[in-house]
């Protein structure tokens, strides 16, 4: 990551402790990120969150080097400090009585982040198990915790010893790694998993692929594409009940506003979602499996990772804008996309529901388009993947044999997708980790129309 420089101007808020003595002030920051745009949000955000309103940008974010502040103690000092924690701020006040000029002065903020609280309430939500089947009902009494990803044929398959690579979250990696999600290793029966179906269903309704290869046919295609809706059901419910309660309980103004914000837009995202699973519930129900589409490119090597995520498509492969996820008036076409096991090695396989083909087909046509013109199909499949879904699990072998470069390109793409603060560049899939996968496709299988 690079270091970036920039300095804001500021006006203390009234619950700020320097509203009294303070007019004004700059807030010098020294952030790590990837671009100039991340850390310009990133230090916005915090400067706001730490009782300060921004009133201008005085220097727009520069990359910075150590011997930029050899002479200049404080700089230094800031910049070290930026290095260890991911970023420091200081500001340089001005008084009200136009006379003292306090500063540089520390950051303190009237929010306190209740980290206890927040645990605690993440570990009910996942541990809150429920039947998502569209048969769901008294019988559901027995919740397992559920594979998203293929297990027998595909986690089992890139495992080592029992485990794979995978996104960690958990507060001592994000602690480590400057607040960003990092690839580790962990047990496969901890990878993926839910606790979203009780036995029955799970074992009833995904035999056709829990228990045989990808052919494709079209019930198997679905099947796929439900249990990749039923875990982002799982996981944004959880999200959704926890900001609610955040918001509730928080009083300190701009995180009320942000939080607020923020569960809005979950909640449309989320409306979205429990539309398309009616709709794919209702499809299996009355074993309507024609309804799905799909566009399948086959391997014959060995699958290196497994995943099982979808998108409401925003920008396509070309960096064209084909749905606009800001408002929240329309209704979201969605696409889902898994890796799955085949007789001959392994599929990627993109599929949606006959309702979402306004979008999807031109979302696929985009991608067909770049590889007639030369882009590398692994390369985009492989972007898309990593760029899009954070439920995805590594072969250690394959990892292993990767530089240290593609390991670390690799992860600050992969934590990006959790990340508020990195704005998506339109032509985000369409450019990186050229030549990480070293995929090979022979063949596609597709149903469009
Ligand atoms: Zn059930």
Redesign the pocket.
Known sequence: MKTYYLQFKVIPTIDNEQYELAEGALAHCWILEVNPESAGTRAAFQISKFDWEITGLEILPIEVKKEHFAERDLGLEQFIKAQADGMAIVYTAWARDKKTSTGPVALKSSYKTDLQWFLKEQKIQRNRGR?L?FD?GHR?REIINAHSIQKSGLLSTISQNGHVYALSAEMSDLNNNHGRPTYKKKGINKVSTFLG??K??DNKLFSPIDDQYLLPTDQQVLLYAYRSIAREMFVKENVLTQLRRWVKKTDHKFMKQYLGEYKASIEFGFKNLERHKLLYDRSLKSCAFNDVRYVLFLSDEKPTIAFSGLLYPDFDFMGRLIQNLGNHKVQLELITFCSAPMTTGWGYLFSWHDSSSSICTEYMRSLATMMHEGYNVSDLLFRMVILNCENCAISPEWWETLSEKQRDEITVAGASNAQPFSPIKNTYLSEGLEGASGWQFDSVISKMD
């Open positions: 039947c089947h769901a559901c179906f009780c029955h269903h």
